[in-house]
């Protein structure tokens, strides 16, 4: 087994993502064989619980109220809805369920009761437990980790220079609080980030600083390529190119030797060679359903058909630790301790994302 190390620094990322791409694809399958069954992959299969309405501004996300998008927005599914999304999941092949919610942040009260019970629900089916609900105080993590979660999704999406590009209505500080938060749990963490986005590779390397110094690191990074939304002030970036892709999944796994790392938003922009490329470098896992939240993914025959024709097997549920155990909402300890977090609120500054828009026009004209 590789050896992990916190203190990764920016430039030694940096000459991992540069060099060779023969080097960096040979070094990064064989930390991958030390550390993982190169022919087993993680599916997930991710249900947007919540969908639109978010207050947040992120450049990239079709959810924020404030963008022009054309996605359907919905209320809080029900704990049944949710239940029988999971079955059909779990009958395709998927061991994970992740259940996202367009939220800034966990409010306790009936719908985030309802959250637990679609986790004790789902944990009882036997599949891993994943939710992304935005920022989340200790006692949430706490009460969800009660339920039976198995793991918290909360990205670092890009580097802390470049995240004030992106987003401008929380801090990175907030986001690795939370972080901190699901670590006080039982919690596994899973956090990753977005390429694409106008950033550069010093970000991509920051990024994976950030990542990789926390200690321990997470459990499961999520690599997404951008997928430029109409209406959003990224709508007009170009998709990174596959070898950019590759190289970001081969320094992760190189980084984060024992971390599952998976390949997310923006596997209809690549090929069937260019995934097997990036399972090659050290992909483990991958979103299977036909949406990401509210945008296009493969549908589960063409992810099967690839697992079949690459030789890979789908990871079963817990192999990486075991299966938390749910208290049932009566027997539970915890209760909503009323705590008020005092998340920042940077002001939101519109000309931020009209600069984001020109800047997206501007790269994609240098492109044409
Ligand atoms: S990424 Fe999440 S927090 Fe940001 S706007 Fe979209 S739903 Fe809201």
Redesign the pocket.
Known sequence: MTETRNNWTREEILEIYNQPLMDLLYKAASVHRENHDPNTVQVSTLISIKTGG?????G??P??ARYHTDIEGNDLMSVQQVKAQALRAKSSGSSRVCMGA???NVKDGPEFESVLEMVRTINKLEMEVCCTL?MLTENQAKRLAEAGLYAYNHNLDTSEDYYKDV?STRSYEDRLTTIDNVRKSNVTVCSGGIIGMGENPEDRAGMLVALSTLNPQPESVPINALVAVEGTPMEDMKPVSIWEMVRMVATTRIVMPLTQVRLSAGRTQMSREGQALCFFAGANSIFAGDKLLTTPNPDMDEDLEMFRELGLNPQKAFAKSPQPSSIAAEDSVLAPNGEKPGWSRPGHKIERNESLRTKGKSISESLD
Not at 54 to 58: G, I, L, R, S, V
């Open positions: 978010c207050p947040e501004d992120c990239y996300c959810q924020a367009a939220w800034r935005g987003i």
